[in-house]
């Protein structure tokens, strides 16, 4: 039966090749097997195409932008927007209704606005003639509904970043690293590395993200009576821009 595991490499803030650390906070010297023995990767890019990774370079997200158009709504009917969160592709999708005698109150509700209190994910609005101009926030992908003679136009289309930003790159070692004296029904206390003082990641960078299946020599499992390869899934993530060097 073959074995799998899955190994993340950070490589730090200063960009050495050689001095890069893994999940479990081990630094790692000029290591072939990962590709840390690159005399002179110069970036991502280089680096990836020499060693056979593939490179998720690191984009910024671009927010989306929708107008809805008010002035087709019978005067005297109360204006309501609603403003749903699809991101996720869930069943139940995060969404919150606003309502408003005129347009220009309807879009100071909603600027400044959560969908789910606490998320950090706010809303901004403007409005002018009676069109009220909505931007979400970066990541998400929103979708509205409006009085029925009202006018929706989405004028910029959401784009989700690529890579990783400080936040998606924190929880992903996060999800991923060595835990240490984790809690037990006793309650003993909990030992958490450090994901940014021990692990070297950054505090504000956004990074690029490199991967590559290895697959082991074929083995043969004599007590088993059949052959099989080892797997291992190798995730790299590097502060985006960095310049690489091999000291």
Known sequence: MANTKDTLIIVQASGAMDESVNA?????????????????????????????????AFAAATAGITDVDTTGVAT?????????????????????????????????????????????LSYTATEAAGVITITSPANVIAKFAANAD?????????????????AQAAALVGDKVTKAGRTNRVGFPIIEPGTYTTLGLSTTANYDVLTKQIVSAVKFDKNQGNS????????????????????
Do not use: H, M, W
């Open 150 to 166: 009202s006018t929706i136009t989405e004028t910029t289309a959401p784009v989700l970043n690529t890579g990783l930003t400080n």
């Open 76 to 120: 005297g009917e109360e204006l309501t927007i609603t403003i749903i969160d699809v991101t996720n592709g869930r069943r139940q999708f995060p969404r919150k209704t606003f309502n408003a005698a005129t347009a220009a109150a309807l879009a100071t509700a909603i600027n400044g606005a959560e969908l789910e209190t606490g998320d950090g």
């Open 228 to 247: 099989y390869q080892d797997v291992e899934n190798v995730t790299i993530i590097i502060v985006d821009g960095a310049s690489l060097t091999a000291s």
């Open 24 to 56: 479990a906070g081990r630094v790692l010297g000029a290591d072939a097997t990962y590709g840390l023995d690159n005399a002179t990767p110069t970036d991502a890019a280089t680096f990836a195409t020499a060693e056979g990774y593939t490179l998720d």
